[in-house]
Structure formats: structure tokens, C-alpha cells
């Protein structure tokens, strides 16, 4: 269960104040914010860029994969049914391999791609798009507020917003939860962040499965 306070912390999606201690292994803290449900790691506990992309580059994201390409189907699948022929998508933090564009360049879209340490070219946020999908991203974000609200920003009107993380469905399971095993996460969702969200953007998310959310923008 939260205990103490910690004011001195702002919560790193809704810049909220109402914080507490959740819980401290041996590597890190958790801070839980009362207002949108986040779990996260305080940022001066965060993974320096170095150790980051040494941590990433253990992923093993082979195109050639059947179990990685089913696991990505679980995005293109139902984000496919809802975009035109021929739309224009973004793969935030698409990787080493992009292998969910190529997914959606297969089926007649065009995509661009942008990855903080492997397609670094910011200009793609200049854009506008049809869809965009944050595939296992939200949960490594320093500052989920700003880049959240800067994808959506990018969305035509009637686009949709992909997004794949695990949910965190009960605090209680949060010491023995394998995905906060890796240090690279710093940033846990559950649905109470996403309807934060939801008030947010005025776009009601659409849950599927324990780990897929997808926002139409109005």
C-alpha cells in the first residue's frame, strides 16, 4: 500500500503534487501519483542515455521472428481496421528494426519513423498524420506529459493514436510484477492513467486485450 508523501515530486504525467511512496527494491524507488494513477520512477533514479541504449540493444526485435512479428499484430491488427487505404503513419519509436512500418508499408500505407537513439530526425513531428502507433514506448518516457501531448498534437482530425504497454491492474501484485524488472521502464500505466488521458484529449481510449489502447481524435 502508498505510504509517505513525497511533495518535493511531481508527478511526470499530470504535473500533480498528491505523491506517495509505493514501494523500493534494490535498485530504485516508485512513486505513485493519486491523481492519474501512474506509477513511476523518480527521475533522478533514471537510466543515464548510455545505459539506456546498452539495455535496448539486449532486445531481441528480429523481423525474420513469427513470435515478435504475432506479438506487433496485436497493434496492426485492430489499428489497421480503422485507417483509410493509403494513410500516413508515424512508428514512435520504431527501433532498431521497424518492423511494425513495415507491417502497415506492406498494406498499401506510407509510414515515417522516429526513434530517440536509432531515427533521430524530429523533423517527422512537423507532420501530420492519419495514425500513429507507440509500440512498448510509454513505459520508457522521462516525460510522458510532453511527448504524449506531442503525438497527439500531430494527428489529423478522425486519427487514431496506437499505443502498446502493460497495464498495471492492482498495486498489490506491483513487488512481484516482472515488468518493472526492466530498468529501462520508468513509467506504468494503468486504465485510470489513460482516462486521465481521456479527459485530457476529450477522446475516449479504447481498450483491448491488458496492454493495447487506441484514441480516435474527434
Not at 507532420?127 to 504524449?148: C, G, M, N, R, S
Request: hydrophobic share 35%.
Amino acid at each position: 500500500m502508498p505510504g509517505k508523501s513525497s511533495p518535493e515530486t511531481a508527478c511526470v504525467l499530470c504535473g500533480g503534487s498528491d505523491i506517495v511512496f509505493l514501494f523500493k527494491d534494490k535498485r530504485r524507488e516508485y512513486l505513485k501519483c493519486l491523481s492519474c494513477d501512474l506509477v513511476f520512477v523518480p527521475p533522478d533514479q533514471h537510466l543515464t542515455p548510455e545505459e539506456e541504449l546498452k539495455r535496448y540493444s539486449l532486445h531481441q526485435n528480429n523481423p525474420e521472428d513469427e513470435g515478435y512479428n504475432k506479438f506487433l499484430k496485436r497493434m496492426f491488427n485492430p489499428l489497421n481496421t480503422l485507417i483509410p487505404s493509403g494513410s500516413y503513419g508515424l512508428d514512435f519509436g520504431s527501433g532498431p528494426n521497424p518492423v511494425l512500418s513495415r507491417m502497415f508499408i506492406e498494406r498499401g500505407h506510407k509510414m515515417e519513423i522516429y526513434d530517440p537513439f536509432y531515427a533521430k530526425d524530429r523533423s517527422v513531428f512537423n507532420k501530420k498524420y492519419d495514425f500513429i502507433t507507440a509500440t512498448e514506448v510509454v513505459e520508457h518516457l522521462f516525460d510522458p506529459q510532453k511527448e504524449l501531448d506531442l503525438l497527439w498534437s500531430c494527428l489529423k482530425p478522425g486519427g487514431s493514436l496506437g499505443i502498446m504497454t502493460r497495464l498495471l491492474s492492482n498495486e498489490d501484485v506491483f513487488t512481484n510484477w516482472y515488468y518493472k524488472e526492466d530498468s529501462s521502464h520508468i513509467a506504468f500505466f494503468s486504465k485510470k492513467s489513460f482516462i486521465w488521458l481521456e479527459k485530457r484529449w476529450n477522446s475516449t481510449p479504447n481498450f483491448i486485450g491488458d496492454d493495447i489502447i487506441i484514441f480516435r481524435k474527434h
